[in-house]
DNA sequence: TTCATACATTTTGAATGCATAATGCACTTT
DNA sequence: AAAGTGCATTATGCATTCAAAATGTATGAA
């Protein structure tokens, strides 16, 4: 019919609802994804008019922007001085983790009220695919399916609210948490740990997992520590 | 010298930094205020452009506010349709709840590993006078010294962060809370359950205090689950 | 040279302006 | 009268403008 001339089937859209996000939010997203990847370091000034040539959009959307990702304690604004991008401090370490700690023990406890056989099994092959990459000290394939582990069972825990709170947490702390990775003695003992937060998950046993996830969290606390406190030789402390 | 004829002394803060808060840090904290006390009442719209006429500013920072307000959950925006002042659901309350829960026993375990006996002392005097207020049947009065033993405890555990996390899922449910503490039976419950609350923390025994506070507040969920979803006569569900 | 100062330039915070979308209301039509 | 339609009004999202603050730079003094 018509769908087919256009080239493309409308059909099913036909009684969605059409969502138009804001910019703002848009550039929050973007924003947040370049902090990730390191586009923005940690550290370094949030440069506002490039980002809006780049973005090809006014200053107003953008520094909408910004406020929200303050808020969350991903950028730092000093007044009349620019944004900057949060540096991780020890201290905030030693407070972050704790509560990291205790959203994912939480998200362990829940995930156990829900999680199927067909879940078990995907964090399973999970599992297994990092186990290899650990053996075969691929640490950057080994980090991103841990990441994607611990990001299932948040998701298993069905509690939408606890992600929204976890997420800006765990993006503050994650490149920190990275290098923390590169020491080899933590990095045997996380995999142990994985052993038995999969056998936890497997047998549903919320309290223990919620337990295990919470350990193995304030284990890496130290590591990432040392990791942060040694300033490199150009004096950035984590990049 | 100097300072007398100006009638107050400034010698105190020479040397401090001259904090100025920027216009939409001081609206986000009006915001949440007029929220807080219902001037702002959940459901409603938040009036923009009065607002801009209260405060004496432009749509700009105040707009910005809101942004920040929104990401905290506290307001939501519908494009092209204004913000409004986020309402409270069972699905909420029971996604909100454990989450609290969670942050509450954190806090409870960290601050037995620094309160002082001076520090219990002054809990167990706010205590007392809630036990006082709850034989008189002073609901308004019991609530308020409640929130103060609560926030003391967050404030004992000494990680901002924590509290920065648990604020604004407080602010969301501090309504449906307030309005739970209606049922009596659930009253009489809450008081003897912060017997145990202040026992534990004087005992500094930190895991106890931790799964004290988070069934004490899990106790509270069904209470206030019923309450928001008995919509009153206006239909107004928690108004 | 090093340091301080004055001045031009840039950046920031907030107000204003403008195009588009949503809303309210008079007017029709049945 | 109830429901639909078109238009005027208002609100919203974003761009632009403007004043104040911060920064960089050239000049002069020690």
């Known amino acids: 019919m018509d769908e087919s001339i256009l080239g493309h089937d409308i059909a099913g859209d036909v009684d969605g609802i059409i ?3 804001t910019l703002h939010e848009e550039i929050v997203e973007r924003i947040r994804a370049m902090i990730f990847d390191e586009q923005l370091a940690a550290g370094t000034r949030v440069p506002e008019r490039d980002l809006c040539q780049r973005f090809g959009i006014s200053r107003t959307p953008l520094r909408e922007a910004l406020k929200v990702l303050a808020s969350d304690g991903l950028i730092t ?5 620019g944004a900057w991008v949060t540096r991780m401090t020890p201290e905030d370490v030693d407070e972050l983790f704790p509560i990291m700690g205790a959203l994912e023990a939480l998200s362990g406890e829940l995930a156990c009220e829900n999680t199927s056989d067909a879940d078990v099994a ?3 092959a999970l599992h297994y695919q990092m186990a290899l990459h650990h053996t075969r000290g691929e640490q950057p394939e080994y980090f991103r399916i841990n990441q994607q582990i611990h990001d299932k ?3 298993l825990a069905d509690n939408p609210s606890l992600f929204q709170v976890y997420r800006p947490l ?3 702390v994650r490149r920190a948490r990275y290098l923390a990775n590169a020491s080899i003695n933590r990095w045997d003992a996380a995999m142990r740990e994985h052993e038995e937060i999969l056998d936890a998950l497997d047998a549903r046993d919320g309290k223990r997992l919620a337990a295990l996830l919470r350990v193995h969290l304030l284990n ?3 590591a990432v520590k040392r990791v942060i406190s040694t300033p490199d030789e150009k004096g950035d402390v984590i990049s």
Chains 1, 2 share one sequence.
């Open 77 to 81: 604004l000093l007044p009349n001085r």
């Open 19 to 21: 969502s138009r996000p």
């Open 122 to 124: 995907e964090v399973r």
């Open 170 to 172: 765990a993006q503050r």
């Open 153 to 155: 069972i948040m998701e």
């Open 220 to 222: 890496k606390l130290e």
